[in-house]
Nanobody, 126 residues
Framework: QVQLVESGGGLVQVGGSLTLSCAAS????????MGWFRQAPGKERVFLSS????????DYADSVKGRFTISRDNAKNTVYLQMNSLKPEDTAVYYC???????????????????WGKGTLVTVSS
């Protein structure tokens, strides 16, 4: 079955950096667009960033544009989220997700995603 496993979360100070990883298995990774989402305490899960199957196209939420970078390594079946200039409001559980269909080019609403990882916690301390 499809598994998405996030890692790389932890405690970081304001202004610091972290790189999250999401390792995928059970699907032809190079055919799947991937996305990152986060859910802060007491808030809804929201979209952060997406990358198409080949890595040639990316998209970002305004809240992270210029600070976060999504990338992927199809040889390693892994998608990454490089996070710089972290702020306390970046504290959240971070999830990777994808649609059930390969070559997905639709919207990245939470309700559109089919496969989810269990998340990794990022805490930004001031």
């Amino acid at each position: 079955q499809v598994q998405l496993v996030e890692s790389g979360g932890g405690l970081v100070q304001v202004g610091g950096s972290l790189t999250l990883s999401c390792a995928a298995s059970g699907l032809p990774f190079s055919a799947y667009a991937m996305g990152w989402f986060r859910q802060a305490p007491g808030k809804e899960r929201v979209f952060l960033s997406s990358i198409n199957w080949g890595g040639s196209s990316t998209d970002y939420a305004d809240s992270v544009k210029g600070r976060f970078t999504i990338s992927r390594d199809n040889a390693k079946n892994t998608v990454y989220l490089q996070m710089n200039s972290l702020k306390p409001e970046d504290t959240a559980v971070y999830y990777c997700a994808t649609d059930r269909s390969p070559y997905y080019s639709g919207s990245w609403r939470v309700s559109d995603m089919y496969y989810w990882g269990k998340g990794t916690l990022v805490t930004v301390s001031s």
